[in-house]
């Protein structure tokens, strides 16, 4: 099973799974094809939308791992 950490690039989550973009979404990122998202870390992406990036991590690998 695949797992996320905070410091992956949002573009590398996206490659592993395409099926996390809905997590970006709610957070705000809706511009996923964008340069940021293929170089700005989860965690930095967060910090940027306000969002507890270790809240989204665990939402995130808990719908990986289904």
């Known amino acids: 099973m695949a797992s996320i950490t905070k410091d992956m690039i ?3 989550i996206l490659d592993m799974d ?3 973009a809905p997590y970006f979404l709610e957070m705000g990122m809706h511009c996923l094809g964008c340069p940021s998202a293929r170089g700005e870390t989860l965690e930095q992406a ?5 969002v507890d990036a270790d809240q989204l991590v ?3 690998n808990q719908h990986l791992a289904k």
């Open 18 to 20: 395409e099926t996390t």
């Open 46 to 50: 967060c910090a940027v939308h306000g």
């Open 58 to 60: 665990e939402k995130i």
């Open 10 to 12: 949002i573009g590398e």
